[in-house]
C-alpha cells in the first residue's frame, strides 16, 4: 500500500519517533535536555538538518550510488553528505544571520554526529520512500526529535529543583523519563504503521 | 575486480572531493569578507582585513578600546559608537547598553564582527594610547604585600600621559597559568618621566597578573603594556586639593602630587593616606620630603587599625574623621579619592556632607 | 557523557587557571550538573531555598561594603570583616558582568562558626546554584553556610 507523504510526516512524528521508537539521537538527546531554551536551539537544528539531508541522501542515493553500482557504500557517502552539508549551512549562516548563528550555529557541530540524522537516512532507503515521501519522512523525523527533547527538557527542568535519589541523578533518571515517555507514546501506535 | 576497486575508490574519491570542493568554494565565497574600510571619527580610514572582532581588528590596526575580560563580551568596557556596518545587535551585548546607548548606536567592539564598511565613532584619546614593549628595570618591596615596579620604555621609546591614568599590563604565561591576561595598574610615576613608568602592585591573593608579577617576574624580562587610559587626573584650576587614597591607590595620588612639585603650585593641598596598621604605610619619609617643596601641603597617613606593635603615635580612624580639620573651604576643594569602592563612597558621603560639590570628586575606583 | 560547546567553554573556565589560578572546581571529578544537583538537593533537605541564601549573603556582603575598612557587628551575633582588593572577575559561566573581588569574612559570634566568600560566589549560587567543587578554595558547604547564616 502506497502511504501518503502526509500520513508518513504525521507517523514519524507520533507513533513512530525517531527517538522514542527508535532509540536514535540519543546521545546528543540526553546531554542538551537540560534547559528548555538550548534544546528548542537543538532541535530547530536537527528538523532542518533532517530535512534537507533527507532530500539530498535521496538524491545520492537513486542518481549516484545505484546508477554506479556502489549502493554498498552508502554509509560512508551519507555520512560524507551530511557533515559536509552541516559545515557548508554553518558558513552561510555565519555570514548572513548573526542572530540565528548566535542561536542555531553553536549545534549545528553537535548535529553532523547525530545519529538520528544518519537513520532517518538510512530508514527512507530501506523503506523505498519516493522524493516527497523521504522529504516528509525526514521532516517529520525532525519534528519528532524537537518534540521528545523538548518534552525531555520541560520535565527535567522541573526535576531539577527537586530531590532526586543520588544513585538514580543525571542519564539515569533521564533515561527512566525517556522510557515512559515511549510508552506514552505507544498509544499512538494503532493510528497507522509505517514500519 | 583491479579494475572494479579502482573504480569504486574512484568514485568515492570524486565524492569526497566534490563535497570538500563544495566547501572551499564556500568557504572562499561566504567567510571571506575581503577588504573592509573602517571609518574612524568621519576623519580617519583604515583599511582591514574582514572577519573578525571590530575590538582585535582595531588593535591589529594600534588602536586599543580598553577592555578587561579579553573579548569574551563580560566587561563592557569596549563600548563604542558604532554608526554603520555592525549589523543587528547580539543577546550577548543587551545586558551593557541601555535603551539609551542603543538608540545611540552603542555596541560592544569585541562582539562586533567586521564584515563591511564600519564607520565607528570613538574619543579622540584613544588615539594616544598605544602598545608598549618595555624591560623590567627594577623591582621594589614596598611593604610586605605590596612591589614597585620600574618599567623602561623599548618600544615606542617615550609615553605621553596625564597624572593619575592607568595602563593595563599584560602577564606573561607562568607555571599552570596558560593564558596570557591584562589587568589595570595606575601609573605611579610623574610623566615628566617619559621613559619609564613605575606601577604599584599590591599582590592579590589567587590573582593571575599580581602573582606573576610578585613571584615570577625578574628584573631585566620584557613586558608588554597598553595604556595609558582612565580619565582620573589633576583638574588645571586654582581650588583646594585633598587626596585620599587606600591600600595601594596611592599610585595614581604618587604622580600627581610628583607632577605637582615640578610645576610649582601654590594650591592648598592635603592628602590623607589610610591603612589599617603600620606595616601597610609605604612612601611615607618621600611623602614628608614632598611636603617641604610646596607652600602648603599635610601629608596625613592614618591608622584604623594600628595594634600594640605598629608603635603608631600618629593619627588614628578613618578619613572623614579629618575632614573638618584639613578642609578650609568646601565650596573652592576638589577631591580625589582612589581606593576600594566601599571607602570612595563612605568618603564621597562625607564629602558631600561637609559640602564639597559632587562635580569636584573625582576618583578611581578599584575596577 | 557529550557537552554542548557552552558546556564545555563553562568547563574550561571552571578548571585550573581559566579565570583563577586555583579554579572552581578543586578537586572534585564530577560533571558540574551533579555537583549542583548536590547542592541543590542538600538545601532542599535543609528547607532553604538558593535565593534565601544568595539574599542573606547579599546582605552582609553590603553592610561590609559600606564601611570601609572596619569590622561590622549586626544584631551582636555577626561580624562581618572585608577585605578588598583591587580587579574585578568575571562569571565562569559567561554571564555578562564583572564581580568584586576580595573576601567578605562572616563570624557567627554564637555558634563561633566562620566562613569566607567572595562576591562572585553569591552570584554563582543564586544564578547557577553553584557552591564550587569539592576542595575548591571557595567551597561553600551548603550546611555551614546555613549553619552561619541563620540564627
Given at each position: 500500500m502506497e502511504l501518503s507523504s502526509f500520513i508518513i510526516f504525521l507517523a514519524a512524528i507520533f507513533t513512530s519517533n525517531i527517538l522514542l521508537t527508535n532509540f536514535l539521537g540519543m546521545c546528543s538527546f540526553l546531554s542538551v535536555s537540560k534547559e528548555i531554551e538550548s534544546s528548542l536551539g537543538l532541535g530547530f537544528a536537527v528538523v532542518f538538518v533532517m530535512t534537507m539531508t533527507s532530500a539530498l541522501n535521496y538524491l545520492v542515493y537513486h542518481h549516484i550510488l545505484v546508477p554506479m553500482n556502489i549502493v554498498y557504500l552508502q554509509y560512508i557517502i551519507f555520512i560524507l553528505v551530511i557533515a559536509a552539508f552541516v559545515q557548508l549551512i554553518e558558513i552561510i549562516i555565519e555570514r548572513f544571520s548573526p542572530l540565528l548563528y548566535y542561536s542555531l550555529g553553536i549545534f549545528l557541530p553537535l548535529i553532523t554526529v547525530n545519529c538520528a540524522i544518519l537513520g532517518v537516512s538510512l530508514f527512507l532507503i530501506i523503506r523505498n520512500y519516493s522524493f516527497v515521501q523521504s522529504v516528509a519522512y525526514g521532516a517529520g523525523s525532525g519534528l519528532g526529535w524537537l518534540l521528545a527533547i523538548l518534552a525531555l527538557a520541560g520535565i527535567r527542568q522541573k526535576v531539577k529543583e527537586k530531590f532526586v535519589p543520588i544513585g538514580l541523578r543525571g542519564a539515569g533518571l533521564s533515561l527512566i523519563i525517556t522510557g515512559i515517555m515511549a510508552l506514552a507514546f505507544i498509544g499512538f501506535s494503532g493510528v497507522v504503521i509505517i514500519q | 575486480m583491479l579494475f572494479g576497486i579502482i573504480n569504486t575508490v574512484l568514485i568515492v574519491s570524486a565524492i569526497s572531493g566534490i563535497l570538500a570542493f563544495l566547501l572551499v568554494i564556500a568557504d572562499l565565497v561566504f567567510a571571506n569578507y575581503g577588504e573592509c574600510k573602517i571609518t574612524i571619527n568621519d576623519k580617519k580610514e583604515v583599511k582591514v582585513e574582514g572577519g573578525d572582532s571590530l575590538l582585535s581588528t582595531l588593535n591589529e590596526n594600534k588602536i586599543f578600546l580598553a577592555s578587561a575580560c579579553g573579548g569574551r563580551g563580560s566587561c563592557g568596557f569596549c563600548r563604542c559608537k558604532v554608526?554603520?556596518?555592525?549589523?543587528p545587535i547580539l543577546p550577548t551585548e543587551k545586558p551593557f547598553l541601555s535603551p539609551q546607548d542603543i538608540k545611540d548606536d552603542f555596541r560592544l567592539a569585541c562582539q562586533v564582527k567586521v564584515k563591511e564598511d564600519i564607520k565607528i565613532e570613538i574619543p579622540e584619546d584613544i588615539f594616544n594610547i598605544k602598545k608598549f614593549k618595555a624591560k623590567v628595570s627594577q623591582i621594589k618591596d614596598l611593604t610586605h604585600d605590596i612591589k614597585e615596579l620600574h618599567l623602561q620604555l623599548l618600544e615606542p621609546q617615550e609615553i605621553d600621559f596625564k597624572a593619575g591614568q592607568y595602563v593595563q599590563l599584560q602577564s606573561n604565561k607562568y607555571a599552570k597559568i596558560k593564558k596570557s591576561v591584562s589587568r589595570a595598574y595606575s601609573i605611579s610615576s610623574s610623566p615628566d618621566k617619559n621613559k619609564e613608568i613605575e606601577l604599584i602592585i599590591r599582590k592579590v591573593p589567587d590573582g593571575i597578573c599580581t602573582t606573576w608579577v610578585h613571584e615570577y617576574l625578574q628584573e631585566g624580562e620584557e613586558v608588554n603594556f597598553t595604556g595609558p587610559f582612565g580619565d582620573f587626573y589633576i583638574r588645571d584650576s586654582k581650588a583646594d586639593m585633598i587626596f585620599i587614597a587606600g591600600g595601594s591607590g596611592k599610585a595614581p595620588i604618587k604622580s600627581m602630587i610628583e607632577y605637582l612639585s615640578k610645576h610649582k603650585t601654590e594650591r592648598r593641598m592635603v592628602y590623607i593616606f589610610g591603612a589599617r596598621a603600620r606595616k601597610d604605610l609605604y612612601y611615607t619619609e618621600h611623602f614628608q620630603n614632598l611636603?617641604?617643596?610646596?607652600?602648603d601641603f599635610t601629608y596625613l597617613p592614618i591608622l584604623s587599625r594600628p595594634t600594640a606593635q605598629c608603635n603608631w603615635n600618629g593619627k588614628c580612624g578613618y578619613a572623614p574623621n579629618y575632614f573638618d580639620e584639613f578642609i578650609k573651604d568646601p565650596k573652592n576643594t576638589e577631591a580625589y579619592l582612589c581606593g576600594s569602592p566601599g571607602m570612595i563612597d563612605a568618603v564621597e558621603k562625607g564629602l558631600k556632607k561637609k559640602g564639597v560639590s559632587s562635580e569636584n570628586i573625582y576618583y578611581d575606583k578599584f575596577a | 557523557m557529550k557537552e554542548t560547546p557552552q558546556e564545555k567553554k563553562i568547563r574550561q573556565n571552571l578548571?585550573?587557571?581559566?579565570?583563577?589560578?586555583?579554579?572552581?572546581?578543586?578537586?572534585?571529578?564530577?560533571?558540574i550538573h551533579e555537583i549542583v544537583a548536590t547542592d541543590l538537593a542538600v538545601l532542599e533537605r535543609l528547607g532553604k531555598t538558593k535565593e534565601e541564601i544568595a539574599d542573606r549573603m547579599e546582605f552582609f556582603s553590603q553592610e561590609a561594603f559600606s564601611h570601609y575598612d572596619g569590622n561590622v557587628i549586626i544584631d551582636q551575633i555577626y561580624e562581618i570583616e572585608y577585605d578588598t582588593v583591587r580587579g574585578k572577575i568575571p562569571c565562569p559561566f559567561d554571564h555578562p558582568g564583572l564581580f568584586r573581588k576580595g573576601e567578605i569574612t562572616l563570624n557567627n559570634l554564637h555558634k563561633n562558626l566562620k566562613i569566607s566568600w567572595t562576591p562572585l560566589n553569591i552570584h554563582m549560587i543564586r544564578a547557577?546554584?553553584?557552591?564550587?567543587?569539592?576542595?575548591?578554595?571557595?567551597?561553600?558547604?551548603p550546611k555551614d553556610l546555613i549553619e552561619i547564616l541563620f540564627k
Open positions: - | 554608526t554603520a556596518g555592525a549589523g611636603e617641604k617643596q610646596f607652600p | 578548571q585550573e587557571s581559566g579565570i583563577s589560578p586555583q579554579g572552581f572546581l578543586g578537586e572534585d571529578e564530577r560533571h547557577h546554584g553553584f557552591f564550587e567543587g569539592k576542595g575548591a578554595k571557595h567551597r561553600l558547604e
